[in-house]
């Protein structure tokens, strides 16, 4: 099989606008771990307008010092099992998660090609490890594409690999998906316009001042009205607009902070 058999950049963003669908709609977050794709799943994940909902973001662990120093892999893991294996996969997965503290997190490690196999582990196979907080899901595959096709299998094995457990997990505990509160009263927003751009720094929701430590991006809309998502120190998010015309900040959708095992 030659790179014309491997999914197109097309297909992964369609699959990416599906998940993100699923991710928003039952107000699950993500974060990413990735060896062998370089950072191509965040990269696509993030290709979909409103991706800051629900990717928190992700580490590109190339190195095994990478592995060890931010994700947490044990040394032990490495020297027993190898950078390319499912042990390394799961720990990478849950040490993403720990770190970004997310419901879900996918991680990646193989060999892209086209140098680096072996006969034990030919050049590309994949070991993909999904966590969550009811899951830890694994998968392997061993691709037949050159070094770009494989990354693009994987992501593509990636994505799918999400979305069975959003939708096995909906079926099991969320029948009736939650929603963020959807709002569009008035709300009192501490801001200051600097260098072009709204700089939130307290929004108040019910009687309480929530500290805003994370802006997404900004968009105006053709009716001059900006709108962002914000995140706060507790943990919950907000999709704020600002009617500069009319002099109010609204909350359109707010989403209460988690509590994660």
């Avoid at 457990?165 to 200051?192: C, G, N």
């Avoid at 309480?208 to 998502?229: A, D, H, L, N, S």
Wanted: glycine content about 10%; proline content about 6%.
């Amino acid at each position: 099989m030659t790179m014309n058999n491997a999914p197109t950049l097309s297909l992964l963003r369609e699959l990416s606008a599906e998940l993100g669908r699923q991710l928003d709609a039952h107000h699950l977050t993500i974060a990413l771990a990735e060896s062998c794709t370089g950072g191509l799943l965040a990269s696509i994940l993030t290709d979909i307008p409103g991706s800051s909902h629900y990717v928190m973001g992700g580490v590109v662990s190339y190195s095994n010092f990478a592995k060890m120093k931010v994700l947490g892999v044990r040394p032990e893991t490495l020297e027993a099992h190898g950078a390319v294996s499912p042990e390394t996969a799961q720990e990478m997965a849950q040490g993403s998660r720990a770190l970004l503290q997310t419901d879900i997190a996918i991680a990646i490690t193989g060999i892209a090609g086209p140098g680096g196999g072996s006969p034990e582990k030919p050049v590309g196979l994949v070991y993909l490890h999904l966590a969550a907080e009811d899951a830890d899901w694994g998968e392997m595959h061993v691709w037949p594409h050159d070094r770009i096709g494989n990354k693009q299998a994987t992501v593509a094995a990636a994505l799918r690999l999400a979305l069975r457990y959003v939708k096995d997990r909906t079926a099991r505990v969320d029948p009736k998906p939650a929603q963020p509160e959807a709002s569009s009263s008035t709300v009192l927003v501490e801001a200051s316009w600097r260098n072009g751009a709204w700089r939130p720094e307290a929004v108040w929701l019910g009687g309480q001042r929530k500290q805003v430590v994370g802006v997404g991006r900004q968009e105006r809309t053709p009716e001059g009205v900006w709108i962002m998502t914000v995140e706060f120190g507790d943990g919950g998010r907000a999709e704020l607009e600002a009617d500069a015309e009319a002099g109010v900040w609204r909350l359109r959708r707010h989403w209460p902070p988690r509590r994660y095992a």
